[in-house]
């Protein structure tokens, strides 16, 4: 082969090589996109249908920090007997059996949110703890505790507010 036969064949194949590498990047390129755009929509899709969990598990620790809240948790579970150590121990219980109760949905909600809830939680049982240790009954245990709420807010009231604001975030 000649010189001139090489340049001529390289003539030839240099443009066929680039335009087979050109349409090789452009080929890549567009399955990287279509890639991209399959885990979008899958993911868009995903969110989806998790949306109604989510709120459902709003919805429900919503309810268990209604029914911990001190006032009306101490109107649903009226005291046996007058011994207001029987009393705190059946406040605590119920508290404790309504998180239990809920703590599968720790799963949709974010870190914080649990947090708080788990806060509120301890919170309403110190507060019965304490009001246990300035009072000589059962009911006036419950009047302690009464009373206490009128000075403040109570933790589940708090807790409430928050879990309203991170569902109206997920809105906006």
Known sequence: MDFTKIIELLAYTLPA???????????????KNEEGRRRYLIHKEAQKNAMPLRLQAYERLVLFLERINPSKLLIRVAPHSSDKNEYEEYLVAQIEQEYEHNLTQQ???????????TTAKNATIQMIRKANMGADSANKMREVILTDLFDKQS????????????VGEMWS
């Open 17 to 31: 090589i680039i335009t087979g590498l050109v349409a090789y990047y452009f080929f890549a390129q567009h399955t």
């Open 155 to 166: 933790p589940s009231t708090v807790a409430v507010a928050y879990l309203k604001n991170e």
């Open 107 to 117: 799963i949709y909600i974010s870190g914080e949110a649990w947090d708080v809830i």
